[in-house]
Structure formats: structure tokens, C-alpha cells
């Protein structure tokens, strides 16, 4: 697995801009690798590949557990261990961590985290740890 933390732009910038001995062509626009790493740093963290479970996993207890908790026990957000969301099924969860529940503080994840690891993470809350 890529750890995309660590990808950090560089040697692709380092090409001389006119080739050795050759004629010089003045850079049209924005060169490519500013171009490379404009894209890099446009990347959401979350937002592409497979699911990056480190990542995820502190996106739970991180962000998902300032409101249920650091142990998901609950706080503003209701108690969400895998006893009291066995109920659930994982499609249903799956449509909540995505969507909401429209009217509370329950917030959609739809725009930081896809659909594949919204069911990740509906199936690492329904099975704990
Ligand atoms: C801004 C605070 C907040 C954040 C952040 C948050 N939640 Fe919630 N969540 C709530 C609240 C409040 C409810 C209860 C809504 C209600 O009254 O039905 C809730 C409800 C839920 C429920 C339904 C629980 C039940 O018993 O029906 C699940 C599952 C859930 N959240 C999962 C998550 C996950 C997973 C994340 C992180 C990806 C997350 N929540 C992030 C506030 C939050």
C-alpha cells in the first residue's frame, strides 16, 4: 500500500528545461511537473485507490469520535460499538455514514470518503476491532 503522506513531489521537477546541447524552447504556460504537483497537493487525502486503513481507522476515531467518542462509546453522537449498532444492516449503515441523518448533527461523508470506504467503515464498526 502507497502511503501518499510520503509522496513527496520533487525529483520529477528537476529535468533541465532545454535538452543538453539542443535549442532552447521557452516554457510554454505552466511546465508539467508544476503541473504534476499542483495535482498532487489537489488530491484529497481520502479520495482515491483502495481504502488506506491506517487512514481510515484514524478518520473513525478521529473525526467520527469527536462527536460518538474516541471509544465510539458515545458523546454527542450516540454510543456507535458494534453492541448497540448490531441491529444495522451494513447497506442501511453504510447509507448513514454516507448521507447522514438529515435534521441532526449526524454530518454526510459523501464529499471527503467514497463509497468503498464508507463500507469499509461500516463493516470495521459492526465487527470492532
Ligand atoms: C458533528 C458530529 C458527528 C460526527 C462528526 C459524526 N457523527 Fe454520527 N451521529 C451524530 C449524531 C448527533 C447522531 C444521532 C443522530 C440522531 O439523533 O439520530 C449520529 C448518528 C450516527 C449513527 C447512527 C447511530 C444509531 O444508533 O442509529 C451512526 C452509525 C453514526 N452516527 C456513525 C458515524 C460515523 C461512522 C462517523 C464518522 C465517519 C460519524 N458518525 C461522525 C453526530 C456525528
Known amino acids: 500500500m502507497v502511503n501518499r503522506r510520503k509522496n513527496t513531489p520533487g525529483t520529477a521537477g528537476q529535468r533541465p528545461t532545454a535538452p543538453p546541447g539542443g535549442r532552447f ?4 504556460g505552466r511546465s ?6 499542483a495535482m498532487l497537493i489537489a ?3 481520502l479520495a ?5 486503513l491506517v487512514e481510515l481507522k484514524r478518520l ?3 473525526d467520527c469520535g469527536s462527536c460518538h467518542g474516541l471509544t465510539l462509546k458515545g458523546g ?13 444492516d451494513p447497506d442501511v449503515l453504510t447509507g448513514v455514514i454516507l448521507d ?21 467503515i461500516a463493516d470495521y464498526l459492526l465487527k470492532g476491532e
Open 25 to 28: 524552447t521557452p516554457p510554454r
Open 32 to 37: 508539467l511537473p508544476s503541473v504534476l504537483m
Open 43 to 45: 488530491t484529497p487525502a
Open 48 to 52: 482515491n485507490d483502495a481504502p488506506d
Open 60 to 62: 473513525v476515531h478521529q
Open 76 to 88: 454527542l453522537g450516540p454510543d456507535i460499538r458494534p453492541q448497540t449498532i448490531e441491529h444495522y
Open 100 to 120: 447522514g441523518i438529515e435534521g441532526t448533527a449526524m454530518p454526510p461523508w459523501r464529499p471527503l470518503i467514497t463509497e468503498e470506504e464508507a463500507i469499509w
